[in-house]
């Protein structure tokens, strides 16, 4: 693989000719403004060479292809789509990106921003941040499709995250903004004051878009009419299949077709793992009995051929869906008839057996991925909830070096040592991810307050310490001064101040 391709040529340094991969031939001429002059022709010349490396299963170096020919025309739709197909299938293998491919784009110029902004993106689909700063260098650039392409997609990104970002959906305001698309600037600004609706401020500027949008005509607001923007785009056909097989709510027919289509390229290439995966994603994802019934049996006989344990974790993923889905109906069933103690027993050996299911899951997932620390988290919380807090801890004082799961690993790691009354450790577990978290009044603040307050009563209550007491006094009246109702904090700010009265009484 040449992947020096793409890198800038050194001073003397001849172009590449039309050998088997295009070189870059230097970099795309430049309109005014600095914006990039298309150049449609070389950049047919990469995209021909991409198609062949992803028809060879080569993903990497083809989404290296599709990129350079976007570095050569970056209106195209065409390269533009087919780099995140490639990217799909290069995702599906479970590599790494190369260092080579990395280093191709790391000019400084805005195109080449752009460019490393997709792979970015394209290799960490769930990025909703890398998914705003390619939309930003789109916009940048002028690119008015390619904008509003991204731009839906990265709306999505935001909108998935566990909490979304009011100020990434701001900043897709602006980037919508700059290429005229009034209606998802709207739809960006309406997410953003969902978030917080008391910015009136914001709340006035998406009724002034509004207004905009409502006057835009034969522009984005007419897609799919007759002049309207989107009818631009060259293959119709393929762009309904790339964005069924991306919606997270598909119709019935969208399903059929995506499992048929999936379904006929895993049975031209049975052994090929993107083949594999993407054929037993669609099953699942269409749920029939006989859906899920074939994927156990694709993912079985793939883990037996490939020894990849992807398939193996995905099959297990089915299988205790399968299995949460019996546990629900003992929960209905038991639920039902609330007297009937029988129904009770049944429900709860179906919770026990599905517990011990979940951590047998994860443990083989931890064993294959040994250094994968949100494993380990999710391993912990499985052990948490099964009652055995002191292999919990053992994970969650693992698992809490992983940033993404700092705070939720501290929160947890507090809590079970409340569980085996170490309350000194619990106590300074609680302090480190107050600090680590900073933002004490949202519900991850709330949850770790009141573990705080929880220990800090009991190590009051077991010590007569008056101290310690009123420490505890003071977080309970915070916590309720927010939110009153919170769990049992207003009894335990009564028993607590019972405590401190009783304290300087001295009794």
């Given at each position: 693989?040449?992947l020096?391709?793409?890198?800038?040529?050194k001073?003397?340094?001849?172009?590449?000719?039309?050998?088997?991969?295009?070189?870059?031939?230097?970099?795309?001429?430049?309109?005014?403004?600095?914006?990039?002059?298309?150049?449609?022709?070389?950049?047919?010349?990469?995209f021909?060479?991409?198609?062949?490396?992803?028809?060879?299963?080569?993903?990497e170096?083809?989404?290296?292809?599709?990129?350079?020919g976007?570095r050569?025309?970056?209106t195209?739709?065409?390269g533009?789509?087919?780099?995140?197909?490639?990217?799909?299938?290069?995702?599906?293998?479970?590599?790494?990106?190369?260092?080579?491919a990395?280093?191709?784009?790391?000019g400084?110029?805005?195109?080449?921003?752009?460019?490393?902004?997709?792979?970015?993106?394209?290799?960490?689909?769930?990025?909703?941040?890398?998914?705003?700063?390619?939309?930003?260098y789109?916009?940048?650039?002028?690119?008015?499709?390619?904008?509003?392409?991204?731009?839906?997609?990265?709306?999505?990104?935001?909108?998935?995250?566990?909490?979304?970002?009011?100020?990434?959906f701001?900043?897709?305001?602006?980037?919508?903004?700059?290429?005229?698309?009034?209606?998802?600037?709207?739809?960006?600004?309406?997410?953003?004051?969902?978030?917080?609706?008391?910015?009136?401020?914001?709340?006035a500027?998406?009724?002034?878009?509004?207004?905009?949008?409502?006057?835009?005509?034969?522009?984005?607001?007419?897609?799919?009419?007759?002049?309207?923007f989107?009818?631009?785009?060259?293959?119709l056909?393929?762009?309904?299949?790339?964005?069924?097989?991306?919606?997270?709510?598909?119709?019935?027919?969208?399903?059929?077709?995506?499992?048929?289509?999936?379904?006929?390229?895993?049975?031209?290439?049975?052994?090929?793992?993107?083949?594999?995966?993407?054929?037993?994603?669609?099953?699942?994802?269409?749920?029939?009995?006989?859906?899920?019934?074939?994927?156990?049996?694709?993912?079985?006989?793939a883990?037996?051929?490939?020894?990849q344990?992807?398939?193996?974790?995905?099959?297990?993923?089915?299988?205790?869906?399968?299995?949460?889905?019996?546990?629900?109906?003992?929960?209905?069933?038991?639920?039902?008839?609330?007297?009937?103690?029988?129904?009770?027993?049944l429900?709860?050996?179906?919770?026990?057996?599905?517990?011990?299911?979940?951590?047998?899951?994860?443990?083989?997932?931890?064993?294959?991925?040994?250094?994968?620390?949100?494993?380990?988290?999710?391993?912990?919380k499985?052990?948490?909830?099964?009652?055995?807090?002191?292999?919990?801890?053992?994970?969650?004082?693992?698992?809490?070096?992983?940033?993404?799961?700092?705070?939720?690993?501290?929160?947890?790691?507090?809590?079970?040592?409340?569980?085996?009354?170490?309350?000194?450790?619990?106590?300074?577990t609680?302090?480190?991810?107050?600090?680590?978290?900073?933002?004490p009044?949202?519900?991850?603040?709330?949850?770790?307050?009141?573990?705080?307050?929880?220990?800090?009563?009991?190590?009051?209550?077991?010590?007569?310490?008056?101290?310690?007491?009123?420490?505890?006094?003071?977080l309970?009246s915070?916590?309720?001064?927010?939110?009153?109702?919170y769990?049992?904090?207003?009894?335990?700010?009564?028993?607590?101040?019972?405590?401190?009265?009783?304290?300087?009484k001295?009794?």
């Amino acid at each position: 693989m040449n992947l020096g391709l793409f890198g800038r040529k050194k001073p003397g340094e001849q172009g590449a000719g039309d050998g088997d991969a295009p070189g870059q031939n230097g970099p795309p001429a430049r309109g005014s403004g600095g914006a990039p002059q298309p150049s449609p022709d070389k950049a047919a010349h990469f995209f021909n060479h991409a198609k062949t490396a992803h028809e060879t299963a080569n993903y990497e170096y083809a989404m290296t292809l599709w990129l350079g020919g976007l570095r050569q025309d970056p209106t195209s739709m065409r390269g533009l789509e087919a780099f995140f197909e490639s990217c799909k299938y290069f995702l599906a293998e479970e590599k790494k990106l190369s260092k080579e491919a990395r280093k191709s784009f790391e000019g400084r110029e805005d195109i080449e921003r752009y460019l490393n902004a997709l792979l970015e993106w394209g290799t960490d689909p769930f990025d909703a941040a890398s998914a705003v700063k390619a939309a930003e260098y789109a916009s940048k650039l002028g690119l008015l499709e390619p904008t509003y392409w991204i731009g839906e997609r990265a709306l999505g990104a935001i909108a998935r995250e566990k909490k979304p970002s009011k100020s990434l959906f701001k900043k897709m305001i602006e980037h919508f903004v700059k290429v005229g698309a009034y209606d998802k600037a709207v739809e960006a600004g309406n997410a953003a004051v969902r978030l917080d609706p008391t910015d009136g401020q914001l709340a006035a500027e998406i009724r002034n878009l509004s207004a905009q949008a409502t006057m835009a005509k034969g522009g984005y607001d007419q897609t799919g009419q007759a002049g309207g923007f989107r009818q631009n785009i060259r293959d119709l056909d393929k762009q309904r299949r790339l964005e069924e097989g991306e919606r997270i709510v598909k119709t019935e027919e969208a399903l059929d077709r995506l499992v048929t289509e999936a379904e006929a390229d895993y049975r031209s290439r049975s052994e090929d793992p993107a083949a594999i995966s993407v054929y037993a994603k669609r099953l699942m994802e269409r749920g029939r009995p006989e859906d899920e019934k074939r994927a156990r049996e694709v993912l079985k006989k793939a883990f037996e051929v490939t020894k990849q344990v992807r398939f193996r974790e995905m099959e297990g993923t089915l299988r205790l869906r399968l299995a949460a889905r019996k546990l629900a109906k003992y929960r209905e069933d038991a639920q039902a008839a609330p007297h009937n103690p029988k129904l009770a027993e049944l429900h709860r050996q179906a919770q026990a057996q599905y517990a011990q299911m979940e951590i047998d899951e994860y443990k083989l997932r931890v064993e294959a991925y040994p250094t994968d620390l949100g494993l380990k988290f999710e391993l912990g919380k499985r052990y948490f909830e099964h009652g055995d807090a002191e292999k919990a801890i053992e994970l969650f004082q693992v698992s809490q070096d992983d940033a993404k799961h700092r705070v939720e690993s501290l929160k947890y790691l507090g809590q079970a040592f409340q569980r085996i009354n170490w309350i000194d450790e619990s106590i300074q577990t609680f302090r480190q991810a107050l600090d680590v978290h900073k933002v004490p009044t949202d519900d991850t603040g709330m949850e770790l307050r009141y573990g705080l307050l929880v220990s800090l009563q009991a190590k009051a209550e077991a010590e007569r310490d008056q101290s310690i007491a009123e420490e505890a006094d003071k977080l309970a009246s915070t916590i309720a001064i927010q939110q009153i109702g919170y769990k049992d904090v207003r009894a335990r700010r009564d028993a607590i101040k019972k405590l401190i009265a009783e304290l300087k009484k001295g009794e």
